[in-house]
């Protein structure tokens, strides 16, 4: 029987292997880091920081025939870290107060850090200017005034940070939208309000 003729042996290019022993590294590389943020997770086991307000009331609610309001108002907003193994971070927060979608006061904080497992008081004594109503902005004003009960909005927004050692850090947006009912006699109120992620 006789024997089959095979062509020219092929060999295989020298740039095909080297893209091979590329994609086995990256693909290598990815899995160990994967391993490595895993187990970073699961020792660290993270939380995200929150903000939340503690507790609120109103000092002076002055509403004139000239459609005039003042708004004289305390709030206390806690930054928490329940992380224990990380410190957090908190950048760019800034909440805006409104009455019936009118403009109060901008509430401010520079850049901060939270140690870990602890919780930080903001403290805010905001005090509006002279502020011009509509007629139907002064309506809403009387009925607080009538009601004994004004009702503010908190709303906006933080944005936190923090570091995992070897695993890397991570960000998180936290936005606040907070309800306040406010006692026109000055007593405390707190609210049940914190951030979502």
């Given at each position: 029987?006789?024997?089959?003729?095979l062509g020219?042996?092929?060999?295989?290019?020298?740039?095909?292997?080297?893209?091979?022993?590329?994609?086995?590294?990256?693909?290598?590389?990815?899995?160990?880091?994967?391993?490595?943020?895993?187990?970073?997770?699961?020792?660290?086991?993270?939380?995200?920081?929150q903000?939340?307000?503690?507790?609120?009331?109103?000092?002076?609610?002055?509403?004139?025939?000239?459609?005039?309001?003042?708004?004289?108002?305390?709030?206390v907003?806690?930054?928490?870290?329940?992380?224990?193994?990380?410190?957090?971070?908190?950048?760019?927060?800034?909440?805006?107060?409104?009455?019936?979608?009118?403009?109060?006061?901008?509430?401010?904080?520079?850049?901060?850090?939270?140690?870990?497992?602890t919780?930080?008081?903001?403290?805010?004594?905001?005090?509006?200017?002279?502020?011009?109503?509509?007629?139907?902005?002064?309506?809403?004003?009387?009925?607080?005034?009538?009601?004994?009960?004004?009702?503010?909005?908190?709303?906006?927004?933080?944005?936190t940070?923090?570091?995992?050692?070897?695993?890397?850090?991570?960000?998180?947006?936290l936005?606040?939208n907070?309800?306040?009912?406010?006692?026109?006699?000055?007593?405390?109120?707190?609210p049940?309000?914190?951030?979502?992620?």
């Amino acid at each position: 029987m006789p024997k089959p003729v095979l062509g020219p042996e092929r060999r295989t290019n020298p740039l095909i292997w080297c893209v091979a022993l590329l994609c086995t590294f990256i693909t290598l590389a990815v899995i160990v880091t994967g391993i490595i943020v895993f187990i970073g997770f699961i020792i660290v086991r993270p939380k995200v920081p929150q903000m939340s307000v503690r507790s609120a009331n109103i000092d002076t609610f002055a509403y004139d025939m000239s459609n005039l309001l003042s708004i004289k108002v305390s709030i206390v907003i806690n930054a928490e870290n329940d992380n224990v193994k990380a410190h957090a971070t908190f950048y760019d927060t800034l909440y805006t107060l409104y009455f019936h979608d009118v403009k109060v006061a901008y509430l401010r904080a520079d850049p901060f850090d939270v140690l870990k497992n602890t919780t930080i008081q903001l403290y805010y004594p905001v005090e509006s200017t002279s502020i011009a109503l509509t007629p139907q902005e002064g309506a809403n004003a009387e009925v607080a005034l009538n009601q004994k009960l004004v009702g503010l909005d908190l709303k906006g927004s933080s944005k936190t940070r923090w570091r995992l050692g070897l695993v890397g850090s991570v960000k998180f947006w936290l936005h606040l939208n907070c309800k306040l009912k406010l006692p026109l006699d000055g007593s405390t109120i707190y609210p049940k309000c914190s951030t979502k992620s």
